[in-house]
C-alpha cells in the first residue's frame, strides 16, 4: 500500500492535557480490499487512546477511514499504518488499535496494535 490518507486526519485542542483520561471511538462499519482476491474486507475498529494536546476530530476519523474503501491491503498491514497515522497526527501518551475483521472462508481475525509515548 503506497498511498496515505493521513493528510484527511484532523485535530483540536485537548481542553484537559493535564489529566489522563481515556477516549474510545467504534467505527463498526470498516472496510477495505482483499489484496489477494479483491474481495471486500468488512470489520469494526475501536480505537482507544489518552489523548496529549489535542484529539482526534471524528468526521476527518470517519472520511480518513472511508478511504480505505478501494485499497487492497492485508489485515496487519492496515491495522498498523492507521494507528501510525493516528499517532503522527495527535501524538497521545498511549493509544491501542483493535481491528475485528468479519469471518471469511471460516476464520475470523483480530488485530491489535499499541502505541506508549516515552516517557519526558
Do not use: W
Not at 462499519?29 to 489518552?50: A, H, I, M
Not at 477511514?65 to 499517532?87: K, M, P, W
Amino acid at each position: 500500500m503506497s498511498e496515505s490518507f493521513r493528510p484527511l486526519l484532523e485535530t483540536f485542542p485537548n481542553q484537559f492535557p493535564d489529566r489522563d483520561y481515556v477516549i474510545e471511538t467504534i467505527c463498526p462499519e470498516f472496510t477495505s480490499l482483499c489484496p489477494k482476491t479483491g474481495q471486500p474486507d468488512f470489520g469494526e475498529l475501536t480505537l482507544t487512546y489518552v489523548p496529549g494536546e489535542v484529539c482526534i476530530e471524528l468526521k476527518s476519523l470517519k472520511m480518513y477511514l472511508q478511504a480505505y474503501r478501494n485499497v487492497g491491503c492485508f489485515y496487519e498491514h492496515i491495522t498498523n499504518s492507521i494507528l501510525d497515522d493516528l499517532v503522527a497526527v495527535s501524538s497521545p501518551r498511549r493509544m491501542t488499535l483493535t481491528a475485528r475483521f468479519t469471518p471469511r472462508g471460516g476464520i475470523r481475525t483480530n488485530i491489535t496494535c499499541e502505541y506508549v509515548a516515552a516517557k519526558p
